[in-house]
């Protein structure tokens, strides 16, 4: 069995949820605390020993080329004040993988995106990392999929149970138990976007999936899916029905940085742990919450 080295990080979409700050800042370079969300994902893909990371992009988003590269501007700046802790940084980042950039010249959906990165998957299976999601957890939900296709041999799919009303939005799955097992289940049918009453279950894939490159077969003969885009999640359900998938619930905690109230969670998040801000910020929100 091949050992997982590659991930694609799908990140063209407008970010129109994000309006208006994301007419002129591509939502992932939007910030938690001082970390651009884009980093988080690549910083947890390297942590789980992934060495490319392909970034699919569109126009107007260079900026995520520059923040993963090294900057002389900066560093000059930053030795002239001794500040030799920060420069460290900036160059674990622009260090943290090989990260490679490609146009997805036009927003077809999901599917369409993940397409365009056969040449740089080759016969490889790969992660794909949904560009919106970010998930804080004790081990990274990369590495906790690995585990189950190193054990099982199948692609798998990150998924939570979401509530009634979310579903809608995301995907459903159809799923057997498997004995022994009290994450992971078995994964044979799945629909995007479901409306009510089509609903499979209450988990739907969240963030994260690791694919095999038999996927791209599949998306070469999609046919255009919920919203008129090709859907990534039409193109796995095939690959479900005729020969099964595995859904591994994961452990850790995921927010959707497509949504200005999941890039305000996060931002709690992460600034409570902050060395720089968590003690101000919890008696900040203390002082809040006395008033409200």
């Known amino acids: 069995m091949k050992r997982i080295t590659k991930a694609i990080i799908p990140a063209a979409g407008l970010g129109t949820r994000m309006l208006p700050i994301s007419a002129a800042v591509c939502k ?19 942590a789980c020993g992934i060495t490319d990371i392909l970034i699919i992009t569109n126009r107007g988003k260079e900026i995520m080329e520059n923040f993963f590269d090294l900057s002389p501007e900066y560093e ?11 420069i460290d940084r900036l160059r674990e980042i622009a260090n943290t993988a090989n990260v490679y ?22 016969d490889d299976p790969f992660i794909v990392m949904y560009g919106d999601d970010v998930i804080f957890s004790d081990r990274p939900v990369c590495g906790q999929m690995m585990d189950v296709y190193e054990k099982y ?39 995007e976007k479901p409306k009510a009453g089509e609903e499979f279950s209450n988990l739907s894939i969240l963030g994260r999936v690791l694919l095999t490159p038999d996927i791209f077969d599949i998306i070469d003969e999609l046919d255009p899916g919920a919203g008129g885009e090709y859907q990534l999640t039409d193109a ?3 690959i ?14 995921r927010y959707d940085l497509g949504s200005k109230i999941g890039f305000l969670k996060a931002n ?14 919890k008696a900040f929100i203390k002082k809040i919450a006395e008033e409200i």
């Not at 709690?268 to 910020?281: A, D, Q």
């Open 153 to 191: 041999g199948r692609p798998v799919v990150a998924v939570k149970p979401v509530s009634p009303e979310e579903l809608s939005k995301y995907s459903s799955l159809k799923v057997e138990p498997i004995e022994g097992e009290d994450r992971v289940t078995y994964c044979t049918d799945m629909i």
């Open 101 to 122: 950039f490609l146009r997805q010249k036009e927003t077809l959906g999901l599917g369409h995106a993940v397409g365009r990165a056969r040449s740089f998957i080759g």
């Open 236 to 238: 796995i359900k095939q």
């Open 76 to 86: 000059a700046a930053l030795a002239a004040k001794a500040k030799y802790d920060e």
């Open 240 to 253: 479900a029905r005729e020969s099964g998938i595995y859904a591994l619930e994961f452990e850790g905690d």
């Open 28 to 46: 992932e370079m939007l910030p938690i605390v001082d970390i651009p969300a884009i980093c988080h994902l690549v910083e947890e893909a390297a």
């Open 268 to 281: 709690i998040v992460k600034g409570l742990e902050h060395p720089e801000t968590g003690g101000e910020l």
